[in-house]
Every structure is written in structure tokens, then in C-alpha cells.
């Protein structure tokens, strides 16, 4: 059960607050998941769903990327709300079962090179803060500066997002496979 109320309602909010919930609700069809925990602080609320829009909807970096990272961040926090919501989204991006048994198993077993470097950094970055000069280097070349830097501030928002829900003991409501 979830330690703090969840707000499912612009209602729930004060009235100067209830512009927020409405840009929420405009982006993201509803108050679920990690924002109906955020809104107990509004404003930080209504800025991660700007910097989420970004990351999620609107940024340049290959969806299926994004997804990856995601998982991997899910899997790396055990945040089952996270794992649960992005499970299905890699399957609808063409990740592989095989890819996702794998991060969630923790090993590299049947991910493909591509995908692996991906999966590979995010962990590395998630588990040590930091990484290599020559992995940072390949991902450049693939994805350039720009994409680099937007992979690395998806690991992070993902990060936010696992922190949160755990820390609030959001459970996932998705029929997905848990960790």
C-alpha cells in the first residue's frame, strides 16, 4: 500500500495548484502512477512533467533507446510501478523478450550488441557514477553529444522516478511481470 495518499483528482489540490494537475492531465491522459505521488508537491510536480514530456514524448533520441534505459533503471532501483509501465512499451518498440529477460536477470544473455551497449552503460553509470572514456566514446559516435547527453538525463529522470515510487511504496497496477 502506497505510504501516502495518492491524488488521482485535480480536486484533491488547492485551487492555485489545480493548473498543474490540468497540464498533467492534458500530457499524460490522467493522474497516475509517479504524479500522483509528485503532486504533494506541485510545483515540482508540474516541472518533472515538462522535463518528462521532453524525455518521454518529445526529445530526438530513439524511442526504443529510451526504453532501454528505462528498463535497465527499473531493474537497478527494483521499482516494480516502473518495471511494470515499461515492459509493455518495450515490447511494443520491438525489444525482444529475450532482452528483457535479460536485464531483468541482470546478465547480458541474448541482448543484441547494439543493445547491449545501451544496457551496459546505463548499469555501469547507475552502479558506479561514472563511466569508461571509451564506452562514453562509442555512444557518442552513435548518437552524437546531443543524444548522448539526452540518454544520460533519461537514466536520471528514470532514476527520479524509481526513487520516488519506491520511497512512496507505489505498487504497480499493470499486469506485467514483476522483478
Excluded at 148 to 161: E, H, N, P
Aim: charged letters at 20%.
Amino acid at each position: 500500500m502506497a505510504r501516502l495518499p495518492l491524488i488521482h483528482r485535480k480536486e484533491q489540490l488547492a485551487p492555485q495548484h489545480q493548473p498543474i494537475a490540468d497540464a498533467i492531465i492534458g500530457s499524460r491522459g490522467s493522474l497516475e502512477g509517479p504524479f500522483s505521488v509528485f503532486l504533494h508537491c506541485p510545483e515540482l510536480a508540474g516541472r518533472l512533467a515538462h522535463l518528462g514530456s521532453y524525455i518521454r514524448f518529445e526529445g530526438t533520441l530513439d524511442f526504443r533507446v529510451r526504453t532501454l534505459a528505462a528498463l535497465v533503471v527499473a531493474r537497478e532501483f527494483d521499482a516494480q510501478y516502473v518495471w511494470g509501465a515499461q515492459t509493455g512499451v518495450a515490447r511494443q518498440r520491438g525489444i525482444t523478450d529475450s532482452t528483457v529477460a535479460a536485464i531483468k536477470a541482470g546478465t547480458d544473455d541474448g541482448i543484441p550488441p547494439e543493445d547491449l551497449a545501451i544496457v551496459a552503460f546505463t548499469r555501469t553509470l547507475l552502479r558506479r557514477h561514472r563511466v569508461a572514456d571509451a564506452d562514453a566514446a562509442v555512444l557518442r559516435d552513435r548518437f552524437g553529444d546531443d543524444g548522448f547527453i539526452q540518454l544520460t538525463g533519461a537514466i536520471g529522470y528514470y532514476s527520479l522516478l524509481a526513487m520516488t515510487v519506491n520511497a512512496a511504496e507505489l505498487e504497480s497496477g499493470l499486469n506485467a511481470d514483476v522483478l
